[in-house]
């Protein structure tokens, strides 16, 4: 890790900091049996996404987790090309864990840049540097040996490497934030992660948040309480919904039951009548790509237009309306809980994805590696134990590639 810290006062924050409310999903860098996407695959994904039938509005953005191009050094993703032929917005990842050096990110993103030049940059949305390290590194991602993390100061070094390495291209207007799972960001020793970026993501899933009455019927106010804590601390920054979802199929999880009918409950009351075209949101997910998580999440089946359950959105909504965001903390006794419980509480969990095709390139990871197994430590923590094995591994095998 480079001392980079005196660029920080160098970053003036990105005037791009757009209202745009984007509809997307997540798409990892490899498929379900961990062979890499390439643009035909992407391709497909994106224009699915944007034809979905009875959709809230048109997912045409989509959220990646790395730039390299799985399994090679650092070729560009040829989500790249697919994003340029169907017109799909990008917010991009750099993966921050489990490695020194962001070298091959920068240099994969710097080739893309050149070879495809506006008709690839005006594309790009926002820059997410990191994806869930926090959390890895915290006490509930270290209960449940969620996998390599990154801390607070490595994350901010990395963003000041990236806005130093892309200052004078046509990257440098666009806004760039960290992606991790809300009760990271209400952990006060991250705040410095909070001052460094110009939009704040988070990733919820209620279905994880076990012992704390997460039946569907509560999914609302889980994930309302959680987006309500994130908002207290981020003073004007605005907050995007990186990941959130319920899987189809799957285990159940505490009081959580995983079904298309409750996918559908939840599509409705977070989707419908939070985030859609109020929030910038990427949906957890189109299609899965981690082959370890039991849950799955995808809403289509072969990536048909037509998905597993009705995209129309209600009109009324059976979540009771929260308070605001100044007042939910206080009035939910959740902050109460987050401190008490040492932010286990909270974790609701990630999906994650690994980014360790991110690192190196070895497309292992990537995909999504999501929470599956039981929660070792605390009940509220959440998940991602399983994955956290596969996530361990796969980093170390990134961080091996980074020295490459
Ligand atoms: C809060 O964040 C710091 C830095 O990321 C981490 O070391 C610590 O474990 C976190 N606290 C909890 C309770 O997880
Ligand atoms: C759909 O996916 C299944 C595997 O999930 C596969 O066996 C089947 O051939 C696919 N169907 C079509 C029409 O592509």
Known sequence: MRPTTALVTAGVLASGASAENYLGFNSGATLADRSAKFKADFEAEFKTAQGLENAPGTFNAVRLYTNIQAYSQDDPIEAFEAAIETKTKLLL????????SIEKELSALKKAVDKYGKDFTDLVIGMSIGSEDLYRDSETGIINKAGIGAGPQVIVNFINEYKKAFADTALASVPI?????????????????????????????????????????????????????????????????????????????????????????????????????????????????????????????????????????????????????????????????????????????SSTESGSSGSGGSGTGSAAATSSSPVTGSSSSMGKTLSAAAVASLALVAGMFALL
């Not at 990842?93 to 020194?100: D, L, R």
């Not at 409750?262 to 009351?269: C, G, I, S, T």
């Open 93 to 100: 990842g750099i993966w921050t864990s489990g490695t020194s």
């Open 177 to 349: 934030g960290h992606v991790d799972t809300w009760d990271a960001w209400t952990n006060g020793t991250n705040k410095v992660v909070i001052d460094a970026v110009d939009w704040v993501g988070v990733d919820e899933y209620p279905y994880y948040e076990n012992g704390k009455g997460n039946d569907i019927k509560n999914s609302g106010q889980l994930f309302d309480r959680a987006f309500n804590a994130v908002a207290g601390v981020v003073g004007e920054k605005p907050i995007w919904v990186t990941e959130t979802g319920w899987p189809a199929t799957g285990p159940n999880w505490d009081q959580a039951v995983a079904s298309v009918e409750n996918a559908k409950y939840y599509w409705n009351e977070v989707g419908c009548r939070k985030l859609f075209n109020k929030v910038p949101t990427f949906w957890y997910n189109l299609r899965d790509s981690n082959p370890d998580n039991e849950m799955k999440f995808a809403i289509t089946n072969n990536l048909s237009t037509k998905p597993l359950f009705d995209l129309t959105c209600p009109t009324t909504f059976e979540t009771p309306s929260s308070t605001t965001s100044s007042d939910s903390s206080s009035s939910t006794g959740f902050t109460t809980s987050v401190t008490s419980a040492g932010g286990a509480a909270s974790t609701g969990g």
